[in-house]
């Protein structure tokens, strides 16, 4: 089977003015995270969805995160195939990793995988501490044909 999509995350400078602005245009309504770090589209037929603040987005345009089984071998095809590896792990809140990759037209892909064994719900953007930005949470897209941006480390959970 073909890996799914599984969830889209959008940018937002405003929280308060992306919620006001989509539930008056399309009727979504939106649930913010406790940090202030995330936005979800919420309710019981809405598609998992979300936005990420701005200045933590991992690219410049929204990001389609791609179910995988195994981020490491997606990654290695995703290099053998001409496109790059911008970020190579990072554990999101909700169990499971997740990784960037620009393919070679330099569209940004998010994959995710689910810890073993594990059942639950798609990614949400991985949250930082309190106040803090995560040190990979602005990856610098390299221009196609530049070697890939180095992975940084997850931030380390409190």
Do not use: C
Request: glycine share 12%.
């Amino acid at each position: 089977m073909a890996a799914p999509i599984v969830h889209i995350e959008f940018r937002s400078a405003a929280f308060g003015r992306t919620a006001a602005f989509y539930n008056k245009v399309l009727g979504w309504q939106t649930q913010q995270n406790a940090s202030g770090t995330y936005m979800k589209l919420d309710g019981p037929d809405a598609p998992t969805a979300g936005w990420s603040r701005t200045e933590l987005s991992q690219t410049a345009g929204s990001v389609a995160y791609v179910e995988v089984d195994d981020l490491a071998a997606t990654l290695s095809a995703v290099e053998k195939e001409g496109g790059r590896v911008i970020v190579r792990k990072l554990a999101f809140a909700g169990g499971g990793d997740v990784a960037f990759f620009a393919d070679p037209d330099g569209n940004v892909v998010g994959l995710w995988a689910r810890k073993k064994g594990e059942k639950g719900s798609t990614p949400v953007a991985p949250a930082p501490a309190a106040g803090k930005a995560p040190a990979a949470a602005k990856p610098k897209a390299a221009k196609p044909g530049k070697a890939p941006a180095k992975a940084a480390k997850p931030a380390k959970k409190g």
